[in-house]
């Protein structure tokens, strides 16, 4: 849906639209949630026993020395064809997943734009190819990396080179070129709309900002190494609880208005906490010094002060001398 086109659509019908899309999103945002946690907690368990391949071996094993077994691959070779039904699970559910999150784009981004967001729409399309491309790519992947590691430990052949060669095959190298491109457009389009959502209050900026690093995370974490999926899952749960209606805090007013209501900034929240508080009694401080005080009116001019206490007065000139009234006391008894 085009910007310009949603601007003919009455709001009663984009409303009226998303309260019957909306439950379904929102149960597959949570199921999106408990699949990319099984997904990532899965290949821990498995690969706890992973044989490593140590840097001492690889010295020997490179210098024509014996190492005590046939190649340095070939015990992860046999360990992945021994869990080949583990594996396969693991990757059913990162298929699933993808698809999931890609029917969450989408519905975000058409309620967004419907919203007058100026999100590009080809972060709709990036959104569909790059959630369809990592399903297929997590499932052909390990189907063709299966059939290689079974046919490897069938053979006779379990040299370092023949391990090797066992995952070079066409096949597994165009899933990893598929997955890798998926990863990208998955990983741009949760960046794109994401932030167009939070513009026009779709999102908190809480959920905007995290949906944009969960993109990012998507592109960074496999070479960071750690387990980047709790922060994914801990989105898509927020957001399923968000459409649900569920959400621990109060639904942003977009949902309901039909219109673009940005969420404020923290600026913004803090001019109108402060206003809040000059309305209510003189705003912060106001109270206690003075301030805030011209948003509620002149103050009241000051009480007069007391009069300070006069001096104590001096002997007057006019009073008589104490020699002066002896003398007419003794004038009035003569």
């Known amino acids: 849906m085009a910007g310009t086109d949603a601007a003919t659509v009455p709001v009663e019908d984009i409303l009226a639209r998303e309260r019957t899309s909306k439950p379904r999103v929102g149960l597959a945002a949570l199921a999106a949630a408990v699949l990319a946690v099984l997904a990532g907690v899965l ?15 690889a010295v020997r094993d490179a210098a024509g020395e014996s190492i005590g077994r046939e190649g340095l691959r070939t015990a992860q070779i046999l360990f992945i064809d021994d869990h080949a039904l583990s ?8 298929a699933a997943t993808a698809v999931l999150i890609g029917v969450l784009l989408v519905f975000l981004f058409d309620a967004s734009v419907a919203r007058g967001a100026a ?17 297929l790519s997590a499932v052909v992947l390990q189907v063709a990396v299966m059939i290689s590691a079974s046919d490897f430990a069938s053979s006779s052949d379990h040299s370092t080179a023949a391990a090797h060669d066992a995952l070079r095959g066409g096949v597994v190298v165009a899933a990893s070129g598929l997955g890798f491109f998926g990863s990208i457009s998955v990983a741009a389009a949760f960046v794109l ?9 779709l ?13 990012a995370l998507i592109l ?7 387990p980047t999926f709790i922060v ?41 906490r402060g206003r809040g508080r000059a309305d209510s009694g003189g705003g912060g401080f106001g109270g206690f010094g003075g301030f805030g005080r011209g948003r509620l009116g002149p103050s009241p001019s000051p009480s007069p002060a007391p009069p300070a206490p006069s001096a104590p007065a001096g002997p007057s000139s006019e009073a008589p001398s104490p020699a002066t009234s002896a003398r007419k006391k003794r004038k ?3």
């Open 203 to 215: 999102l908190t900026r809480f959920l905007g900002v995290l949906g944009a690093i969960v993109g």
């Open 119 to 135: 999100t590009p729409r080809i972060a709709r399309l990036l959104a569909l190819l790059g959630s369809g491309a990592t399903a």
């Open 232 to 272: 994914q899952a801990f989105w898509l749960a927020m957001m399923g609880a968000l459409l649900l209606g569920k959400f621990p805090r109060n639904i942003p007013p977009a949902w309901t208005s039909g219109e673009a209501m940005p969420w404020p900034t923290q600026q913004e929240l803090r001019e109108e």
């Open 220 to 226: 960074l974490g496999p070479l960071s190494g750690s």
């Open 87 to 94: 594996l396969l699970l693991v990757a059913v559910a990162q």
């Open 193 to 201: 709309i994401t932030i167009g959502a939070m513009r026009v209050g």
């Open 43 to 57: 290949p821990q368990a498995i690969y706890s026993d992973f044989p490593r391949v140590f840097v001492l071996d």
């Open 332 to 334: 009035r008894r003569g």
